[in-house]
């Protein structure tokens, strides 16, 4: 049973919506905006990308065998008008939009190895390394992970929401399990540096998963959670459409026309009863802060190891691939050591790579402090593991062993202080084809 959405009986807090493409604010939050906008809730929305990276749009729009920047940054542009024009059909008026203008298809690589803005991202869609649309909140501003950040916060102080709507972690687009990673560590940043005192109310919104929520039949129009999605998260909530909600967002979703030539039938599936919220939690570990006999501080959970349940055989890949199919990951602190632990579906695992992803976020004296390592080990031969992009551990203080399906990793000395923040991923491959991955996590870590 899902629960009823219950943000309307709060007081009236400042909402803001962030939409990795032009469109997804209206698929997953169209009858909710009306409703917050019916009770006098101010609405913002943050476009991070404007979709130039749609081949099959600019194919269809377009009418051209071939394809330049030029015409990737005309279909930015229309995506960009038919977004102004959508929210002005729901009653917001593009005074309440901002355009980040960052590479559609593009925001993995910002997270990951384009953080920094010397090493900024180059699009093969609009030829840049920077945004480069008129319509931007920062003209100019360079495709880089760090760059999206201080847009982020910027945003965020200045409009203080108390509730913001996100894609989802288990989004199959990376686009939008990056926009997810992007607002937590914004989030994370801007309370370990006090420039927020709590954090706003989190609901993930779930896009692409597989051909979910393509109608196979009838005329049932209640949206349910993917069934691999419902069976390991509790927090779904639902916010019921009346009639004239419903008709509204239809009518505002015509005016994406240059995607409704592409996917009509996938857009009008999230023309429903119903919208689908996950209400997103902040796991915890806790620190014992006595010191142990050696003058060292023990490190326990508040509740044992902190487990993540992953989808399993939800896709082609991890199907065929069985051994490859993360199905659950643990995390525990003792003494010195951060234990990760990787539970496998199938039998045949050892015949795979593993990738873990750990870093930590703190404060730092005067900044800061952001330690992590990546770790690729083969299930076969796990203590023959490699380490990349580290400025945290010492090799000789990681250890990796496999018992059963489980694998289980310590990493000594982790140096892991009260008020600092867990960012942890896993990925599976075959012959360096990714397999599978467990969307990142974040746990809090307390005293």
Not at 19 to 41: F, K, M, V, W
Not at 193 to 199: D, F, G, L, M, R
Not at 243 to 264: C, H, P, S
Not at 429 to 447: G, Q
């Amino acid at each position: 049973m899902l629960r009823e959405f219950d943000l309307f009986s709060d007081g009236k807090s400042p909402i803001l919506i962030i939409a990795p493409h032009c469109d997804d604010e209206l698929l997953a939050c169209g009858g909710l905006i009306q409703e917050a906008l019916d009770r006098n809730y101010p609405v913002k929305i943050i476009f991070l990308t404007n979709g130039d990276g749609f081949r099959w749009a600019a194919v269809r729009n377009f009418k051209r065998p071939s394809f330049g920047a030029r015409q990737f940054r005309k279909l930015g542009e229309a995506r960009q008008k038919e977004a102004i024009n959508a929210s002005e059909q729901l009653g917001l008026g593009s005074d309440n939009l901002y355009f980040l203008g960052y590479p559609d298809r593009g925001l993995q690589y910002l997270w990951g190895k384009n953080w920094l803005r010397r090493d900024s991202f180059y699009s093969r869609y609009t030829k840049s390394n920077a945004s480069p649309y008129l319509l931007s909140f920062q003209k100019n501003q360079l495709y880089a992970g760090e760059s999206l950040v201080s847009d982020l916060e910027t945003i965020i102080l200045e409009e203080k929401p108390g509730y913001i709507f996100i894609s989802s972690s288990f989004d199959n687009h990376s686009d939008h399990w990056s926009a997810y990673n992007f607002l937590k560590y914004t989030l994370v940043k801007l309370f370990l540096e006090n420039k927020i005192i709590e954090y706003p109310r989190l609901y993930q919104y779930l896009i692409h998963w597989n051909l979910w929520p393509m109608k196979t039949g009838g005329k049932e129009r209640i949206l349910n959670p993917p069934l691999h999605l419902k069976s390991i998260v509790n927090d779904w909530e639902k916010y019921q459409l009346c009639d004239k909600q419903r008709n509204y967002k239809y009518k505002a979703l015509k005016q994406y026309k240059t995607q409704m030539k592409v996917m009509r039938r996938y857009l009008n599936s999230f023309i429903n009863d119903n919208e689908l919220f996950i209400r997103e939690s902040w796991p915890q570990i806790g620190i014992n802060g006595d010191m142990d006999d050696d003058n060292e501080l023990v490190f326990k959970s508040s509740t044992g190891d902190v487990i993540f349940y992953e989808p399993f055989a939800e896709s082609i890949k991890t199907r065929r691939n069985s051994g490859a199919d993360i199905k659950q990951f643990g995390i525990s602190l003792s003494r010195d050591v951060l234990n990760i632990n990787l539970a496998i579906q199938g039998k045949n695992f050892r015949r795979h790579l593993f990738v873990i992803k750990v870093f930590i976020l703190s404060n730092g004296e005067d900044t800061l402090l952001k330690k992590g390592v990546e770790i690729a080990f083969p299930a076969r031969s796990p203590e023959k593991f490699s380490i990349n992009n580290n400025n945290w551990v010492e090799e000789d203080k990681i250890n990796i062993r496999q018992e059963e399906n489980n694998l289980m990793l310590e990493i000594e000395g982790h140096d892991i202080r009260e008020r600092s923040y867990i960012f942890i991923s896993a990925e599976s491959y075959k012959k360096n084809r990714l397999i599978d991955r467990a969307s990142w996590k974040v746990i809090e870590v307390e005293k």
